[in-house]
């Protein structure tokens, strides 16, 4: 049986039973079977959460969430779990500025990483740092370079700063622990990452009832609004949001001055 990561230890203080299911079979092969084995319980109460919702946007981004194939999104195989419309956006975004260094907080399988590799390869410029608490995957590509560490860590950011300090466009994604005083660290730490034009990327900020997982408590949405009040550097680019379906809603923060 697999060691446990630190990211595997807060899974069984929440879960003792599915964190034994983690450890068994391994990151992918979990999430393939609770997909499966939550479907019932899960189409049950999303029934009654969409009944109970009169916004249609809404109605779509919970059915959207909570159908299970976020959980079996894959890019070039890999899981990426995130919405396709904001990997569009991310792609846009990627294209139009040819950021030098791409810095993501939260590599869990690599998926995302590659997804920006891959993109970074379309337009023959880039790289990307990710990082995360546990053991990077087993994914070799170029333009990656992973990081283990606590994100918000002196050595994880000295690092960081070492590989960014020759760019003259860095972009930033945060999508690691998504509790409220970790989301504000992150961005206390890594604002002064991004430069001027662009983006600073907080995901999941549809969590604790944005309109998903009421029960979840303070996150990324209301580490945003609190950030926000404190550095007007940065604004919300609504126009990210474009598809009306984004898992980061509010999040796409632009640096403005």
Same mark, same amino acid.
């Given at each position: 049986?697999?060691?446990?990561?630190?990211?595997?230890?807060?899974k069984?203080?929440?879960?003792?039973r599915? /964190?034994?299911?983690?450890?068994?079979?391994?990151? *992918?092969?979990?999430?393939?079977?609770?997909?499966?084995?939550?479907?019932?319980?899960? /189409?049950?109460w999303?029934?009654?959460?969409?009944?109970?919702? %009169?916004? *249609?946007?809404?109605?779509?981004?919970?059915?959207?969430?909570? !159908?299970?194939?976020?959980?079996?999104?894959?890019?070039? @195989?890999?899981?990426?779990?995130? !919405?396709?419309?904001?990997?569009?956006?991310?792609?846009? &975004?990627?294209?139009?500025?040819?950021?030098?260094?791409?810095?993501?907080?939260?590599?869990?399988?690599?998926? $995302?990483?590659?997804?920006? /590799? $891959?993109?970074? %390869?379309?337009?023959?410029?880039?790289? =990307?740092? $990710? &990082?995360?608490?546990?053991?990077?995957?087993?994914?070799?590509?170029?333009?990656?370079?992973? &990081?283990?560490?606590? !994100?918000?860590? %002196?050595?994880?950011?000295?690092? *960081?700063?070492?590989?960014?300090?020759?760019?003259?466009?860095?972009?930033?994604?945060?999508?690691?622990?998504?509790?409220?005083?970790?989301?504000?660290?992150?961005?206390?730490?890594?604002?002064?990452? =991004?430069?001027?034009? $662009?983006?600073? *990327?907080?995901?999941?900020? #549809?969590? #604790? @009832?944005?309109? =998903?997982?009421?029960?979840?408590?303070?996150?990324?949405?209301?580490?945003?609004?609190?950030?926000?009040?404190?550095?007007?550097?940065f604004?919300?680019?609504r126009?990210?949001?474009?598809?009306?379906?984004?898992?980061?809603?509010?999040?796409?923060?632009k640096?403005?001055?």
């Amino acid at each position: 049986m697999p060691s446990l990561s630190q990211g595997m230890i807060a899974k069984a203080l929440r879960s003792p039973r599915r /964190a034994l299911l983690y450890g068994l079979l391994g990151p *992918v092969r979990y999430r393939r079977l609770m997909a499966d084995v939550d479907a019932e319980t899960r /189409a049950e109460w999303l029934g009654k959460q969409v009944r109970e919702t %009169d916004d *249609v946007r809404a109605k779509f981004h919970l059915l959207s969430f909570h !159908s299970g194939a976020v959980q079996q999104t894959y890019w070039l @195989g890999v899981p990426l779990q995130k !919405s396709p419309l904001d990997c569009w956006i991310y792609q846009e &975004i990627i294209a139009e500025l040819h950021p030098d260094v791409i810095v993501e907080t939260g590599t869990d399988l690599g998926g $995302s990483a590659l997804f920006f /590799a $891959s993109i970074c %390869d379309l337009i023959g410029h880039g790289q =990307v740092v $990710s &990082i995360d608490i546990r053991q990077p995957p087993s994914i070799t590509h170029d333009r990656i370079e992973f &990081i283990r560490g606590d !994100s918000t860590s %002196d050595d994880v950011l000295a690092k *960081v700063s070492a590989a960014t300090r020759q760019s003259a466009r860095t972009m930033v994604v945060l999508d690691s622990d998504h509790s409220r005083s970790h989301v504000l660290r992150e961005l206390d730490r890594y604002r002064g990452f =991004v430069t001027v034009g $662009s983006y600073l *990327v907080v995901e999941d900020t #549809n969590v #604790n @009832g944005h309109p =998903v997982m009421p029960d979840h408590g303070p996150g990324p949405f209301e580490a945003v609004e609190e950030f926000l009040l404190e550095h007007p550097e940065f604004e919300v680019d609504r126009t990210r949001e474009k598809f009306l379906l984004t898992y980061f809603p509010g999040g796409y923060l632009k640096r403005i001055a």
